[in-house]
């Protein structure tokens, strides 16, 4: 199992310029999570979903939307990057369903905007 | 609201015993432990559930004190490969386990020296 998996594993990108991180989970987990890593900061939850065909915001939802393609992909999209967005960009997923489940991270995408 | 710990950074010699702080100002219903090591994603130690429990992971164990809404992460005897950041992801009581979400600490960063 390659567990989560993310692409790219970086990224520049020029202000105002859009992308798309892809994620995918080959755990059968019903949820999935995309978090931003900042310097002192932690991890801190962009949007989720607690299972297929749903998605809800997080702590820090403003310029980024989500797709929850299927039960194994969802995948972050920067409609116009700013500075303020550069980041490492961490994928989560997890059975919360099942009693004493956590969430396993993805190995991350550095994103840096100009 | 994001749960504190503390101390922020904790510099310690082989061998030597540290203890990390997870406090929460509301009640929790879980906390899960998480090691990250420098570039890389965070890693799953452990997790409590409400009651009291306490875990042990090898040489790293952890308490929940609900009525304290706080827990603490044992390192004793610590080794050069427990060097990293180590968060706290805490999930509220009101959800009752269906809350789908983690709200992370901003991480204690320990240090462990020859």
């Known amino acids: 199992n390659a567990g989560v998996t993310q692409t790219p594993k970086f990224q520049v990108l020029k202000t105002g310029q859009s992308m798309t991180l892809q994620c995918a989970q080959d755990?059968?987990?019903?949820?999935m999570y995309w978090y931003r890593q900042d310097p002192g900061m932690g991890l801190r939850l962009i949007y989720y979903s607690a299972s297929e065909g749903t998605t809800d915001k997080g702590e820090v939802p403003n310029g980024y939307n989500v797709s929850r393609l299927n039960k194994r992909e969802f995948s972050l999209r920067l409609e116009s990057a700013a500075p303020s967005q550069t980041s490492v960009y961490f994928c989560a997923s997890s059975d919360w369903t099942a009693i004493k489940e956590t969430q396993y991270f993805g190995p991350g995408t550095r994103l840096l905007v100009l | 609201q994001q749960p504190v710990q503390s101390p922020q950074a904790v510099i310690l010699r082989e061998g030597e015993d540290a203890v990390i702080n997870c406090s929460s100002s509301k009640a929790l219903y879980s906390v899960h432990w998480y090691r990250q090591k420098h570039g890389e994603a965070p890693v799953f130690l452990m997790i409590l559930l409400k009651g009291g429990e306490q875990k042990g992971h090898e040489k790293i164990s952890a308490s929940f004190n609900e009525k304290k809404q706080q827990s603490s992460l044992y390192l004793t005897a610590s080794q050069l490969s427990y060097s990293g950041t180590y968060f706290c992801?805490?999930?509220?009581?009101?959800?009752?386990?269906?809350?789908?979400?983690?709200?992370f600490g901003k991480g204690t960063l320990l240090t462990v020296n020859p």
């Open positions: 992801g805490t999930e509220g009581a009101e959800s009752g386990g269906s809350n789908y979400k983690l709200t």
């Open positions: 755990m059968n987990h019903n949820s």
